[in-house]
């Protein structure tokens, strides 16, 4: 396998592309961007769970749900992969299981932004947000 040595800034900035290419929802060059990512850096989650995010906001929940299992597989107590993999689950309707990986986030990264995405989530489930069922449609005429 081919071994480059990256710069964290070098890095940074491709993932920043990935997401700009995300937000504009051009999602093809947007998971290329992270799949390249990932061959530069392999021994990290991170460019796996932006994998898995290039799927959730598409709502393809099955296939983001696998992908961050990949990233939790590759680094199996990153708060960063349980943290997505939670809202994946939480949108698919697995609230329980969602509520244990976000606190399991939570308390693995307590006071960083992954802990706080967490926390955030967290308390938006305490509050009743079900977006699973918010999707049902309605049999109210």
């Known amino acids: ?31 290329e961007v992270f799949e390249g990512i990932q061959v530069l850096v392999s021994n990290s989650e991170v460019p796996i769970v932006a994998q898995g995010n290039v799927h959730c906001v598409q709502g393809h929940f099955d296939q983001a749900i696998k992908i961050y299992q990949q990233a939790l597989k590759l680094v199996p107590e990153s708060a960063f992969a349980k943290a997505y993999l939670a809202e994946a689950l939480l949108f698919k309707g697995d609230v329980e299981r969602s509520k244990s990986l976000l606190e399991e986030s939570m308390a693995a990264d307590k006071n960083g932004k992954t802990g706080d995405f967490a926390r955030a989530l967290l308390d938006l489930i305490k509050k009743g947000f079900r977006p699973a069922e918010e999707a049902k449609p309605s049999s109210k005429s």
Do not use: P, Q, T, W
Request: aromatic letters at 6%; charged letters at 30%; proline letters at 0%.
């Open 1 to 31: 396998m081919l071994n480059i040595a990256m710069e964290s800034e070098d890095v940074r900035m491709l993932m920043e592309a990935g997401y700009l290419l995300l937000a504009m929802r051009r999602f093809k060059e947007s998971e």
